[in-house]
């Protein structure tokens, strides 16, 4: 995260920020190394064998990036495009949040109904997709309707994978996992949202600066609109020559349109990860291993294992079969009845 925060300063080919990002590999080689040799690792590796694991660990990252990577620069392009306030920005956003609301809601109540979530998963990386790619058609004559639609169907979108990315996971691993497995999908997207804010951000600068450079603007004044970057507001306009005012909205709107195309990429992305994931049953009940061959249930955390046909217990651990019905126990090792 330092090295994306760092590329607006450094630039992606310094050598700075390349030390960081092979840094970065290296400590991340040896962390995995490391976790498979620790008895109680923080992340045990080994869950990624799991395809629904790994792919829903990995639709969480591209989901962060495009969630919060492209949504932050949504007032950006309210305030300093479009001229709205702060405040008026915010209520703006109120369609996005709106849809995301409503599929996130009506989805729990489907997935318990049909016992499934993927057709949610794939459904809505494909919406949000759609909804990311309309936000990049947006530019100086988009209306406050357009731009609520647009900002509605990605809400549909995000609000469909949301819910399912913690249950998929959930229903795969065993109970000693749960906590682990649930942490590593909530990590996924914190950190896909941390880079693509960095990320995201760099790629405004530089095409910013790009279309800065050629427009009639003084250099003087390029450079200090280069440097104000992503972080450009209305007050930043209210210092400009009156002239200079409509040159900067029209870079900024022709800069931000590969940041919104950028996110639907990698929600694009997601969205073929979805595709691949297997398609697998909710489960109700969970934690016990039943061997159908044997008809014996394992009890893994009091290591007992019951033989329902025989009504006979045996521990494991001192090798002592009760037999429920006599209340006699028997070691097998001895063959001794008391």
């Known amino acids: 995260m330092l090295a994306t925060s760092s590329i ?8 700075r ?21 620790a008895s109680e690792p923080v992340f045990p590796v080994r869950l990624l064998r799991d395809r629904t694991v790994a ?3 990995a639709l969480s ?13 949504l007032p950006v392009f309210l305030q300093t495009v479009l001229g709205q306030s702060a405040t008026n920005s915010g209520l703006l956003l109120l369609p996005l949040v709106g849809g995301l609301m409503l599929t996130n809601f009506a989805t729990g109540q489907l997935m318990t109904r049909i016992g499934r979530y993927k057709p949610f998963t794939v459904a809505g990386t494909g919406v949000a997709a759609v909804g990311y790619y309309l936000f990049s058609t947006m530019g100086v004559g988009t209306t406050h309707l357009e731009s609520a639609a647009f900002m509605f169907v990605a809400g549909l979108g995000l609000g469909f994978v949301m819910p399912t990315l913690t249950v998929a996971v959930q229903n795969v691993v065993e109970r000693s996992d749960l906590g682990v497995a649930t942490t590593s999908v909530t990590f996924s997207r914190s950190l896909g949202s941390a880079i693509g804010v960095s990320v995201f951000g760099a790629v405004l600068t530089s095409r910013l600066a790009a279309r800065l450079a050629a427009s009639d603007l003084s250099p003087a004044a390029t450079r200090e609109l280069a440097d104000a970057g992503s972080n450009l ?18 870079a900024l709107a022709h800069s931000i349109d590969l940041l919104f195309l950028t996110g639907a ?3 694009a992305i997601g969205f073929l990860v979805a595709l691949s994931l297997p398609s697998v049953e909710l489960g109700e009940d969970a934690n016990v291993q039943i061997d159908e061959d044997a008809n014996v249930q394992t009890d893994e955390d009091a290591n007992v294992q019951t033989d329902e046909d025989a ?3 045996i521990d494991e651990d001192t090798n002592v079969q009760i ?10 090792d001895n063959r001794e009845s008391p």
Do not use: H, K, W
């Open 8 to 15: 607006d300063d450094y630039g992606v080919t310094s050598t």
């Open 17 to 37: 920020i390349l030390a960081l990002l092979a840094t970065t590999a290296v400590f991340t080689v040896l962390f995995g190394i490391q976790e498979r040799r």
């Open 55 to 57: 792919g829903v660990d």
């Open 61 to 73: 990252f591209c989901v962060g990036v495009g969630m919060l990577g492209g949504t932050t620069y």
């Open 233 to 250: 507001s209305p007050q930043v306009l209210a210092d400009l020559p009156p002239d200079a005012v409509p040159v900067v909205r029209t």
């Open 265 to 267: 990429l990698i929600i």
């Open 311 to 313: 009504n006979v217990q």
């Open 323 to 332: 037999d429920e019905d006599t209340n006699v126990q028997t070691d097998e």
